[in-house]
């Protein structure tokens, strides 16, 4: 399986053109109020979205929300995937109509080995596995790489303080299907930067291929 590449918190349509020439597989609008990268107009977050050429993965974040909130928000944004990054309850979203396995990626903020207690309790083709941080994530703290190479339920993407930089080396020791970044191909929460962008991608893809 080739690795995903997302590039989440964007919150302008040149942003998510730059990271789709980039090569991102997969872009994040955050639907979050108490983000910094939140986009709370949803002509604004069409936007975004509809930058993205066909191909290229739409996911929405969300902390927390109601489940038919999600599910009607998914439906409106025409949205691929749901990515859940709060304290929701798998039993919470079993059976919502609109949000099947397949469209749920559910977050899993890692601070111990109890923190893959629910794993198998989730209805969710993958997991996206975090850091551990006040505030749901996007604050460039790097997760325990050993602990989640041990304990993943795969298939998962990575997360947390991924940059250009440690992005290869998060990939080898870790081997993820998919890796996750925003504040770190970033120069100010939710503007992203095109050379930090095609630099990830690049050293991504690079790392995947020597798998």
Known sequence: MALVVKICGITRAEDAAAAA???ADALGVNLWPGSKRFVGDERAARAVLEAAPPGVLKVGVFVNAAPLEVAAAAARLGLDRVQLHGDERPEAFAGVPGLDRARVVRAVRVRDAGSFADDA?????LL???????????GGTTGPWELIAARASRPFWLAGG???ENVAAAVRAVQPDGVDVASGVETAPGRKDAALMQAFVAAARAAAARR
């Open 21 to 23: 020439a980039a090569g």
């Open 121 to 125: 309790r989730w209805d969710a083709t």
């Open 128 to 138: 996206l596995y975090d850091a551990f941080v006040e505030g749901y994530g996007g």
């Open 162 to 164: 991924l940059r250009p």
